[in-house]
């Protein structure tokens, strides 16, 4: 079945590039959500869209980061000027409709060196 | 501000006793609570949820109970398999809220 699809599974960047980490959700599902986890922590929450709008994004954590949904299904989570410190597992989830269980992808690793 | 915690960093069981896992939360204000699983390399994957109207939801070998007057839940996993050994996640979410709020996760070894 098509489950939440991230790619790529693995990035490793320089410290200061640019990087885009996309996220498929399950078809159909309105709700989106990325999170990021380092090791030893839970999932910490960066985004959520409900439709094609960011409806909180309370959790990205400065001005570097930012994501997109102009369709309303494949997101974008885009990271400028990246630093060692962002260098986690991000995750992406879909929900059918938000406030109801959500579905993780496999995730994206990234790196920065 | 943790708002879940999971006290417990790991718990090895033995293959068919029962493991039990544990969360607390301090936001009243959180009314669907769910327990995810996660491998190594992967990403979290659903396992049970519970409304706070409920106390218990049972699912084959898991069961959720909601102390709703002590925040505290548990997942119950009877008879552990060796299959069940991974890290488990609590997460929470209120009504109007956009985002599920997680514990730092409990790993599980089932020793065969």
């Known amino acids: 079945g098509a489950g939440v699809s991230q790619t790529p599974s693995n990035k490793v960047t320089e410290k200061g590039k640019y990087v885009e980490l996309r996220c498929d959700p399950i078809s159909g599902h309105t709700a989106l959500y990325w999170y990021r986890q380092s090791l030893g922590q839970g999932p910490e929450f960066l985004i959520y869209f409900q439709g094609t709008g960011a409806a909180d994004d309370s959790g990205l954590p400065n001005d570097r980061f930012f994501a997109v949904r102009p369709e309303g299904s494949v997101s974008t989570l885009k990271i400028q000027r990246t630093e060692r410190g962002d260098s986690a597992v991000y995750l992406c989830?879909?929900?059918?409709?938000?406030?109801?269980?959500?579905?993780f992808g496999q995730g994206t690793r990234l790196t920065v060196v | 501000d943790q708002q879940v915690k999971q006290n417990s960093p790991s718990l090895s069981v033995q293959e068919g006793r029962i493991s039990i896992l544990n969360c607390d939360y301090t936001n009243s204000m959180f009314d669907y609570f769910l327990w995810y699983k996660k491998y190594p390399a992967e990403g979290p994957t659903f396992l049970i949820s519970i409304s706070s109207i409920k106390d218990k939801n049972e699912d084959g070998r898991f069961t959720v109970f909601l102390n709703k007057s002590a925040k505290h839940l548990s997942l119950h996993i009877v008879p552990s398999q060796p299959g069940d050994s991974a890290v488990y996640f609590c997460?929470?979410?209120?009504?109007?809220?956009?985002?599920?709020?997680f514990g730092t996760g409990t790993s599980l070894t089932v020793i065969p």
């Open positions: 997460a929470a979410i209120t009504d109007t809220g956009n985002q599920f709020y």
């Open positions: 989830a879909s929900s059918p409709d938000g406030n109801t269980e959500a579905f």
